[in-house]
T-cell receptor, first 110, second 114 residues
Framework: SQQGEEDPQALSIQEGENATMNCSYK?????LQWYRQNSGRGLVHLIL?????REKHSGRLRVTLDTSKKSSSLLITASRAADTASYFC??????????FGTGTRLKVLA | EPEVTQTPSHQVTQMGQEVILRCVPI?????FYWYRQILGQKVEFLVS????????KSEIFDDQFSVERPDGSNFTLKIRSTKLEDSAMYFC????????????FGPGTRLTVL
C-alpha cells in the first residue's frame, strides 16, 4: 500500500503549547503537502515541501522532511483554539495524484 | 485569491439514481482531480484528468464513474447508478502544472445515498 501513516492519531494540548504531528510514507516522493480539515469541511493547503528541501516555515507552522527516513513532521507553535482540526499529509511520487495519510485529530483546549 | 468551487454542497439521492457533481477549477490550472472521503476515514484518490483525458484512476473509479470537462471551466464527476457505499464527501482539486506543485481543493460535495 502507498498509504501514508500519521501519528499520533489524536492529540490534545493546551492553548499556547506546541503541537507536533508526524507522517511516514513508503515510496520515494516528489513532494509532500500538509492540509488542514475542519470537521466536515474542505481541505485547506498549509505547506508544500519538495523532496530536495529539508525544512519550510509559514507563520507558526514548520514542516520538516527526512527522505532517508521517509517521514515528515508538522509543528504548530503557540497553538490556538482555532487550530483545532484534522491535519493530513499527502505525498506524490512519480504521478500527479496525492496519497493521503490517515490524519491527526488535533484538539487545542482554551 | 482564486479558488476551486463545487456544487452542490450537499446532494441526497436514492440508490440506483445517477448523480453529477460539478466543479469549477482555478482558471489557469491544467490538472484536475476527484477524491473522496468516507465519513471519518482518509481522503482517497479517484481520478486525475489532463489534456481532456483521464491520466490515472484508482480501483475505486470503476465503470459506474465517469468524468468530463464539457467546456472550458467545468469539471464533472458522474456516478451512473449510485450505491449506498458511494455516500461520502467528494472533493475536486486542481493544479497549475505537473511536478512539485500545490494541489488546491474545493470545499467538497457531501453525497448521501439512501
Amino acid at each position: 500500500s502507498q498509504q501514508g501513516e500519521e501519528d499520533p492519531q489524536a492529540l490534545s494540548i493546551q492553548e499556547g503549547e506546541n503541537a507536533t504531528m508526524n507522517c511516514s510514507y513508503k515510496t520515494s516522493i516528489n513532494n509532500l503537502q500538509w492540509y488542514r480539515q475542519n470537521s466536515g469541511r474542505g481541505l485547506v493547503h498549509l505547506i508544500l515541501i519538495r523532496s530536495n528541501e529539508r525544512e519550510k516555515h509559514s507563520g507558526r507552522l514548520r514542516v520538516t522532511l527526512d527522505t532517508s527516513k521517509k517521514s515528515s513532521s508538522l509543528l504548530i507553535t503557540a497553538s490556538r483554539a482555532a487550530d483545532t482540526a484534522s491535519y493530513f499529509c499527502a505525498h506524490s511520487s512519480g504521478t500527479y495524484k496525492y496519497i493521503f495519510g490517515t490524519g491527526t485529530r488535533l484538539k487545542v483546549l482554551a | 485569491e482564486p479558488e476551486v468551487t463545487q456544487t452542490p454542497s450537499h446532494q441526497v439521492t436514492q440508490m440506483g439514481q445517477e448523480v453529477i457533481l460539478r466543479c469549477v477549477p482555478i482558471s489557469n490550472h491544467l490538472y484536475f482531480y476527484w477524491y473522496r472521503q468516507i465519513l471519518g476515514q482518509k481522503v482517497e484518490f479517484l481520478v486525475s484528468f489532463y489534456n481532456n483525458e483521464i491520466s490515472e484512476k484508482s480501483e475505486i473509479f470503476d465503470d459506474q464513474f465517469s468524468v468530463e470537462r464539457p467546456d472550458g471551466s467545468n469539471f464533472t464527476l458522474k456516478i451512473r447508478s449510485t450505491k449506498l457505499e458511494d455516500s461520502a464527501m467528494y472533493f475536486c482539486a486542481s493544479m497549475k502544472s505537473g511536478g512539485a506543485d500545490t494541489q488546491y481543493f474545493g470545499p467538497g460535495t457531501r453525497l448521501t445515498v439512501l
